[in-house]
């Protein structure tokens, strides 16, 4: 299948080859920088794997009854990516397979808490160039599964069109390339089977969107010039965000409290994860204990338990899950909570303060009905 990142190796376009997760449970403390004056948040680290492919995971997100969506499998020719969910205590007993019915490849990318999920899937195994359709799920494994593909998707081999995430008012957030290849990011209504208009980030000339909170403000990254920029998004408001010395940086996921999760590459090519608390303009790195050259954070509740994947010396892809300390407090706690969606005033204000990089305002289309 084909990566919605630029960089083949995340999240959700690198493929996984069924291993049935043998939580191997390595537990570890890991102790994260940060550039704000608070104490440093302190992440507990389980490696988790599902051992029917032990060597090709990745964890992609988490809602708050710790339910993760996931999948194994590399995506190489007859390594499909497998999708499934996890349930605690998170053992091999707790993988639950999610497949989009009669495909050959399917990622689990996304859940709320009444357990919609999001994905996409793919009717080949090519190793490469596998056309994506979007999908949402309700009632579970069994549950009722429906296509999704936005309507200015174009009619192209290999086409490309992922649901990346869902909020509890099922809401999901993805993108579809179009026949240039540029991503484009879009909302669609599951209730109501509406599209929003394209979302497109200022002076970028590619845009993916990858998750949604129930507040309706979107994370995600653009190519801007040379750079891949994190951005964050309410109501066509946009602020830019870019780990200072890297020219790639995005972000994953985001939850209630307005904090970030995603993954910046640094100027030798290592790449480390990051949550980013946008109350405090201030974030932490995180890196699994184990990790070899990278660390990706895809997904975050609002307990602030975040999952991911990392890189080993051995060269296999591991899902992990990490949840903060109690002392410190977590990073969403360190922010002022959140009891009602921030104004357009204050999230402008917000924006602003990323790093400088920028504040753009876009006016968005009425919605079109799917076709």
Known sequence: MKPISPRSHRLRRTNLLARQLASVSLVALCALATTGAHAAVRYTFTTLNNQTDPTFNQLLGINDN????????????G????????????????????????????????????????????????GSGDANTGFYNTGGPTGTYSQVVNPHTPNIPGEVNQL????????????????????????????????????????????????????GQLAGFATVGSLTEAFLDHNGHFGFFEIPGSTNTEFFGLNDYGVAVGDYVTAQGTTIGIVFNTKTFTWVTLQAPRANGMT?????????????????????????????SA?????????????TAPEPSTWALMVLGFCGLGYASRARRRKVAIA
């Not at 109501?192 to 394209?198: G, M, V």
């Open 66 to 77: 710790a339910l993760i969506a996931g999948y194994y499998g590399s995506g190489a020719t």
């Open 79 to 126: 390594h499909p990516n497998k999708g499934y969910l996890l349930s605690p205590p998170y053992g091999q007993r707790n993988y639950t397979n999610e497949n989009m019915p009669n495909s050959v490849q399917t990622q689990v990318t996304g859940l709320n808490d009444s357990g919609t999920t999001v994905g996409f899937f793919a009717n080949t195994n090519q």
């Open 164 to 215: 990346l995430g869902v909020n509890n008012q099922n809401v999901a957030v993805g993108f579809y390339n179009d026949a240039n290849g540029s991503s484009h990011g879009y909302t669609f209504n599951t209730k109501t089977l509406t599209f929003s208009a394209d979302i497109n980030a200022p002076n970028a000339t590619s845009t993916t969107t990858t998750a949604i909170n129930d507040y």
């Open 296 to 324: 990706v954070v895809n997904g975050i509740n609002n307990h602030d338990d975040v999952v991911g994947f990392y890189l080993d010396g051995a060269g296999n892809t591991n899902g992990f899950l990490a949840t903060p």
């Open 327 to 339: 002392t410190p407090a977590p990073v969403s706690a360190l922010a002022s909570a959140v009891a």
